[in-house]
């Protein structure tokens, strides 16, 4: 179970040293919640209401610090998830990294540490969120800076810093490491186990992002009371485009490892060779029952635990035992029933619920399917884990009567 985190003060007032910009009064609205017009869009974000911070999970290639995630960017959404973009072709910088060299250095700094381009152009990647996204915060616009001390790109300035400044505050990494949901190239995480532990800490919904299966972005919204560069962020839930991850089976890949095999978002399953000719028993499709080894293609077996072993050895014996419907079965070992956990992965252990089996003929079967998988094949004495959702590595089992 994970440890439930005490939800924190969902308002975040961040005060901070910003350029000479309007001051604005504090009984305003937060952005999207007005019921009336606000007329003042230097203390209103407007249309552009409904501020996302997003992050991003980079492993292929990997960017920023190995326990960190990074920023994508700080995006001003319209109040039903649609979005304006490149508005004002005149502010469209091509020399991001000089203003903030110039007018803030310490943000540039972090900047170059957890807002990396992952073809390694950070300067273009900045360019680009800054004039696709930040140009259309109403509230950076040059006319809402006081004449007499406003300089052109001063609200650049402005927008890294809260972008940077927001960042600070959700730290992804963190929260989820301390719920035991840490980058593995063999553990799967569900969908609801990864919300519940941002849930907590953000104290709304983040939108949860994937590429194929793997866990890549993060979108966290807010409403803003006064302007971007010194109102009051809010927390709250998300609108518009959801989360795109699978509901199970979501890995969160370490960054910096060389995997098995590329992480890209083709398909990239490692189809382990193709079974020898060694004989694998065939029989009717159907229940099994009675005692068996529990043998793997390529090679190795099935040992007590449910794990996958590859070293010499016996392999342990399963029972196998047909349920009412006589079509599918359940199996257990000497350390008890077998089942597939949430995570997908398969174990044999005392007090777990005996999951159902099928067998195709030749191979055994989970929910229809006779692949199963494992991050890697195992070496030496080591015990592979095998899942039932996708993995670098696929096998199937066969049964061998006793
Ligand atoms: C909120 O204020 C904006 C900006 O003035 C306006 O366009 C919008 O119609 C207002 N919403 C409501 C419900 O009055
Ligand atoms: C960045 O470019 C803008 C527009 O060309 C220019 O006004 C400004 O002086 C430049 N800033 C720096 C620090 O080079």
Redesign the pocket.
């Known amino acids: 179970m994970l440890r439930r985190v005490a939800l924190v003060e969902a308002t975040l007032a961040i005060s901070s040293a910003m350029a000479a910009s309007v001051t604005c009064p504090s009984n305003l609205?937060f952005s999207?919640s007005?019921?009336?017009?606000?007329?003042d869009?230097c203390c209103?974000n407007?249309?552009g209401?409904d501020i996302l911070l997003t992050q991003f999970w980079d492993t292929d290639p990997s960017t920023g610090p190995a326990d960190s995630w990074t920023v994508h960017g700080l995006w001003p959404d319209n109040c039903d998830g649609t979005y304006e973009q490149y508005c004002d072709q005149n502010r469209q910088y091509t020399n991001i990294s000089a203003i903030l060299a110039d007018k803030a250095p310490c943000t540039l700094k972090t900047m170059q540490t957890y807002w990396k381009d992952y073809q390694g152009d950070d300067e273009s990647f900045w360019e680009h969120e800054w004039g696709k996204h930040g140009t259309c915060i109403s509230t950076l616009e040059p006319s809402c800076y006081a004449a007499a001390d406003y300089q052109p790109t001063d609200e650049v300035a402005d927008y890294f810093t809260r972008a940077v400044g927001l960042f600070k505050t959700l730290p992804t990494y963190d929260w989820l490491s301390a719920a035991g949901i840490v980058p593995s190239t063999s553990q799967t995480y569900t969908l609801a186990a990864i919300q519940e532990v941002l849930t907590a800490h953000h104290g709304h919904n983040a939108v949860i992002r994937c590429s194929g299966n793997q866990l890549n972005e993060l979108w966290y919204h807010f409403h803003v009371q006064g302007s971007v560069q010194s109102g009051t962020f809010q927390a709250v839930d998300p609108v518009g485009s959801g989360s795109t991850c699978p509901s199970t089976g979501i890995r969160y890949l370490p960054k910096y490892t060389t995997l098995p095999t590329t992480t890209s978002t083709t398909t990239t399953t490692t189809k382990t060779s193709t079974p020898t000719s060694t004989s694998v028993p065939t029989g009717t499709p159907g229940a099994l029952s009675g005692k068996g080894y529990v043998k793997v293609q390529p090679d190795g077996f099935m040992i007590s635990t449910g794990n996958w072993y590859r070293a010499s050895g016996t392999p342990a014996t399963f029972t196998a035992t047909p349920n009412s419907d006589d079509e599918t079965f359940m199996l257990k070992t000497s350390k008890g029933p077998c089942q597939v956990l949430s995570d997908d992965s398969l174990s044999c252990a005392a007090g777990l619920t005996e999951s159902s089996f099928g067998y195709d003929g030749t191979y055994l079967t989970y929910d229809g399917t006779a692949t199963f998988y494992a991050a890697s094949a195992p070496s030496g004495q080591d015990k592979g884990v095998v899942y039932t959702s996708e993995q670098a590595v696929s096998l199937q089992m066969y049964w061998q009567p006793l």
């Open positions: 609205p999207c007005n019921t009336t017009t606000v007329e869009l209103f407007a249309p209401g």
